[in-house]
T-cell receptor, first 113, second 114 residues
């Protein structure tokens, strides 16, 4: 069965600093890969997704993610973090046959001013 | 356009009572999913609907949990004889086709079982 690992439970960055959130997956083939963000008391909002093709994916709010097959990783990046980016971030995979998302445990991002 | 809506937003119930949670998907979305988010277990898949059929119910934790979808639209998740461990946020999502398609999430229903 597929699994997703987000090794960082909590990350703190200063506003304006760069950000990288790590995500590793375990699956025999290349799955569909997603990053979602959840603000307190809110549902999940899709930031970006990878299905195939270009391994560098651009998303909303200035986020991007790079798929690296050799490392089974799909790390999320942003060059300059804003205070409003403080939230919880979830990486997820869908094998395409299971029709369900398997989520990582999430990374809580705190932004200091 | 309108997103996925869920009701109620909050539900407090007593142990042993039955609860119904409602999900209204995005119009035209044939795929509908229920997930549960709890502190101890993170985000867990419960059930997937394609139209009115549920080809994957593998995440339902016990026979106290059931769900139905009518008219290819609204879905109801029912929890019978609620237990304290059922306390969680129940999230609904919908998508166009399933199988790798993007899922759009509702705001969730926070269930508290006293």
């Amino acid at each position: 069965a597929q699994s997703v690992t987000q090794p960082d439970i909590h990350i703190t960055v200063s506003e304006g600093a760069s950000l990288e959130l790590r995500c590793n997956y375990s699956y025999g083939a290349t799955p569909y890969l997603f990053w979602y963000v959840q603000s307190p008391g809110q549902g999940l909002q899709l930031l970006l997704k990878y299905f195939s093709g270009d391994t560098l994916v651009q998303g909303i709010k200035g986020f991007e993610a790079e798929f690296k097959r050799s490392q089974s990783s799909f790390n999320l990046r942003k060059p300059s973090v804003h205070w409003s980016d403080a939230a919880e971030y979830f990486c997820a995979v869908d094998t395409g046959t299971a029709s369900k998302l398997t989520f990582g445990t999430g990374t809580r991002l705190q932004v200091t001013l | 356009g309108a997103g996925v809506s869920q009701s109620p937003s909050n539900k407090v119930t007593e142990k042993g009572k039955d609860v119904e949670l409602r999900c209204d998907p995005i119009s035209g979305h044939t795929a509908l999913y229920w997930y549960r988010q709890s502190l101890g277990q993170g985000l867990e898949f419960l059930i997937y609907f394609q139209g009115n059929s549920a080809p994957d119910k593998s995440g339902l934790p016990s026979d106290r949990f059931s769900a139905e979808r009518t008219g290819g639209s609204v879905s109801t998740l029912t929890i019978q004889r609620t237990q304290q461990e059922d306390s969680a946020v129940y999230l609904c999502a919908s998508g166009l086709a399933g199988g790798g398609d993007t899922q759009y999430f509702g705001p969730g229903t926070r269930l508290t079982v006293l």
